[in-house]
């Protein structure tokens, strides 16, 4: 993977929001994109969408609270609400008026919350192989029990076959248990609650910016009746299918992935 630089900085907090130290890359000029990676993740995971679409805009890829190098406080939960709030002290402090965001599984719930908070600064969302809510079974029980008894690199392996096709497990698997076992290990587990005890149906039909809504055809996680189900439920969304690809196309196909964003982002350009 190439060497990109990234900045760290104390984000400017809300009242009663805990403070930390989030390190994100920025790179390009333009109309911004704002890209959120999902549960375990980071921002680096972006890289052939920072590469190529920071040629045409402003791009910027954060690493949520207690992932990748950003920092976090234990004695603090990670909930949806806490991850949108720390995206939106980034933006606002890196003084960002405008822009286009995009969530991946965790962060396209992120991408709604945001919404709901901070719609002004949202020019159109596109929302990567998430959902609204999970529908019974809900798994949360039976995947804590398994989580508890594993260690990070161990519950990575059992999720690689889970969040990509069987070709990308060859080629991504070791990427994936990096990346998870550089995560904290309490905000991973604050998060997998946070996730599968979501629920934004309500929120859906309030959405009135452009929305596009992208889902791997292999994805076991959050599979095409979940994005066919967003689609239903947001005016003028538009739903693609992206080949070749599970639970995480921008890494599994980027190429596919960067052409439908970039065909998104031109147009509306300036919008």
């Given at each position: 993977m190439p060497e990109m630089t990234f900045s760290t900085r104390a984000i400017d907090c809300p009242r009663h929001h805990p403070c930390?130290?989030?390190?994100?890359?920025?790179?390009?000029?333009?109309?911004?994109?704002?890209?959120?990676?999902?549960?375990?993740?980071?921002?680096?995971?972006?890289?052939?969408?920072i590469e190529e679409l920071s040629t045409s805009y402003r791009v910027i890829a954060m690493d949520l609270r207690g992932h990748g190098a950003s920092g976090h406080r234990p004695e603090e939960s990670a909930t949806i609400r806490t991850f949108a709030d720390d995206i939106a002290a980034l933006i606002k402090g890196l003084r960002v008026e405008g822009a286009h965001v995009c969530g991946n599984?965790?962060?396209?719930?992120?991408?709604?919350?945001?919404?709901?908070?901070?719609?002004?600064?949202?020019?159109?969302?596109?929302?990567?192989?998430?959902?609204?809510?999970?529908?019974?079974p809900n798994m949360l029980e039976e995947f804590l029990r398994l989580f508890d008894h594993l260690d990070m690199q161990a519950w990575a392996r059992f999720m690689a076959p889970r969040l990509l096709t069987p070709t990308s497990v060859a080629i991504?698997?070791?990427?994936?248990?990096?990346?998870?076992?550089?995560?904290?290990?309490?905000?991973?587990?604050?998060?997998?609650?946070?996730?599968?005890?979501?629920?934004?149906?309500?929120?859906?039909?309030?959405?009135?910016?452009?929305?596009?809504?992208?889902?791997?055809?292999?994805?076991?996680?959050?599979?095409?009746?979940?994005?066919?189900?967003?689609?239903?439920?947001?005016?003028?969304?538009?739903?693609?299918?992206?080949?070749?690809?599970?639970?995480?196309?921008?890494?599994?196909?980027?190429?596919?992935?960067?052409?439908?964003?970039?065909?998104?982002?031109?147009?509306?350009q300036g919008k």
């Open positions: 930390i130290d989030m390190s994100y890359y920025d790179r390009g000029a333009g109309d911004t994109l704002v890209l959120i990676h999902g549960l375990g993740a980071n921002a680096a995971g972006w890289i052939e969408q599984s965790l962060g396209g719930m992120i991408a709604l919350e945001l919404f709901v908070r901070y719609p002004s600064w949202m020019r159109s969302l596109i929302l990567e192989d998430t959902t609204a809510f999970f529908p019974p991504l698997e070791g990427e994936l248990v990096q990346t998870m076992a550089a995560t904290s290990r309490a905000v991973y587990r604050q998060g997998l609650v946070a996730a599968l005890q979501a629920d934004y149906r309500w929120m859906l039909p309030t959405l009135d910016i452009p929305t596009l809504i992208l889902v791997g055809e292999e994805d076991q996680a959050t599979p095409l009746g979940y994005a066919r189900f967003l689609a239903s439920q947001i005016k003028d969304a538009v739903l693609q299918v992206v080949p070749e690809a599970a639970h995480l196309p921008h890494r599994e196909n980027p190429r596919s992935f960067n052409v439908i964003i970039r065909s998104h982002l031109e147009g509306r």
